[in-house]
């Protein structure tokens, strides 16, 4: 089956201790959809670049096999540009610059053959442009939506009408407290629950995730990587591989998550062994695979 | 089997956003101790208190089973004493007051029944102290200590002679990055496992605890609890509840540790729920085995 992925699509520099890249490909709708063109299902990416925009970038989600009808090119916009510097144990990260450009103004609108897609992922977005997309689709199976701080802060209203319309929300689990106002993650998310979606997933980065609905709770690990290149993208690479999985077989219940979310987590853990999508482009699904079967000896007891 | 303790026993003085209480049964000797009762073994426990310690503390650890020969009371000593305060989210903690008493001269000498104990848990303590208890024992099946930030900082030659000697070192992660300098928790353990230990158990509170040695990975998931009362002594209780399993089957293998672990994080989960040991006082073991179950089933995918 399809899935939908609406994101940003940004040019994006990044200094580590070791190393810095600048315009680079990057943005949570880029990796998400790379994340979700792993296991075999058609990905369509809404967003919007500029004129600067690389042909080469484009060029390399076409060879993922990423449907692109929906990547807007405004002739006379700048690209959305981000930059940002992680310390030295990449627990921080300072933001450096964002340059909106052409994002400030996009109001989307699905091609035809989007319309019906079952899987949507709405990453990181406003409120208002991530329900704009729930309303042009007309087919939805499994609706997940991710947002952060500034819109929690910033458009409460708008973002509590989103979650009455989502089957699941991830965040991170500091998102998770600000929404709520509670330091303890598990009631956190039992609140979050009652805004309306059916889940909510809960991302710990290095330690993992957590997917709590009112009758399960599913402990996810990380992969365990002793060499962190860029976390950049790793949230959104885990939200684009669990939808891609789930789209490959069909699945929303219970069971199909909990392997989606680890899913998730190897493509995340191979999206930080370097910059930009550049460690993607060399996985193969026999490593994922390797990885995934790596993560069930990690959890059996 | 019977389990060693070693470790201490104070009266706390404990402050949460909620509480106050004084003069309560604490110390790693205690919470580790109290754990592990409840696994059917015999379990003795090396500490020393002084004249002002209440009798009806130690007859609530005689009432566990818990063989208090090796506890020494110091006629003319204070007991050890210990407060500390907790902020909203519990994951801050200020130590108020630390009266080390009749612990700064303390030389344990193991009673004669105590030599031959095949699972020995050294609680946080002076390295040089730990290492005497070793150099007693005559028939270590395993042995696990635990350690500090103090004695990383203040006694790292003793802590490494430590080191060479123990199977299992069990520690925070915040105190796997300071002794090893590497932010990375997989370098870290790794790095410790080169000072001698078989298998590295990093702590890490809410996010369970992963256990690593040169051939394998285990990511044991922390029990959700929505309530938490006390913090206090949930990594006591957590290595506790593991020996306590271990001396109970008689392991040392991979498979064993794991559940081991897992018990352990059980028995720390209720540990939380009340100050000092008053939830263990009224834990059935049957809600040992439910707790333990849900973990099952929280990790399965």
Redesign the interface.
């Known amino acids: 089956m399809g899935v939908l992925v609406v994101g940003t699509v940004t040019l994006d520099t990044v200094e580590t201790p070791s190393k810095r890249v600048e315009d680079v490909l990057g943005g949570s709708g880029v990796y998400a959809a790379v994340a979700a063109s792993f296991f075999g299902n058609i990905v369509q990416l809404v967003g919007v670049v500029g004129a600067d925009f690389p042909h080469a970038y484009t060029d390399f989600l076409q060879t993922r096999g990423i449907d692109l009808q929906g990547l807007e090119r405004v002739k006379d916009g700048k690209s959305f540009r981000w930059g940002g510097r992680y310390a030295?144990?990449?627990?921080v990260r300072d933001t450096l610059f964002t340059e909106l450009n052409v994002i400030e103004d996009f109001q989307p609108i699905l091609p035809e053959t989007y319309k019906d897609t079952p899987y949507l992922f709405l990453a990181n977005n406003s409120p208002v442009l991530q329900l704009s997309i729930i309303e042009q689709a007309t087919n939805p199976k499994l609706i997940v939506c991710d947002t952060m701080d500034f819109w929690i802060n910033e458009q409460r209203e708008a973002l509590e009408a989103l979650l009455a319309r989502v089957d699941v929300l991830i965040l991170n689990d500091s998102e998770a407290r600000l929404l709520t106002g509670d330091?303890?993650?598990?009631?956190a998310a039992?609140a979050i629950l009652r805004y309306g979606p059916e889940r909510v997933i809960v991302k710990?980065g290095?330690?993992?995730a957590?997917s709590i609905t009112e009758s399960s709770?599913?402990?996810?690990?990380a992969y365990?990587?002793?060499?962190?290149t860029d976390p950049t993208g790793a949230g959104d690479s885990f939200a684009g591989g669990m939808m891609g999985y789930l789209a490959s077989v069909g699945g929303t219940s219970e069971?199909a998550i909990?392997?989606a979310?680890?899913y998730g987590a190897v493509v995340a853990s191979f999206n930080i062994e370097d910059f930009s999508v550049n460690r993607q482009k060399r996985v193969a699904l026999a490593e994922i695979s390797a990885r995934y079967q790596?993560?069930?000896?990690?959890?059996?007891?």
Chains 1, 2 share one sequence.
């Open positions: 030295e144990d990449f627990n330091a303890n993650l598990v009631r039992e710990k290095e330690h993992g957590i709770y599913f402990n996810a690990p365990p990587l002793a060499q962190v069971a909990r392997s979310m680890v790596e993560l069930q000896e990690a959890a059996r007891f």
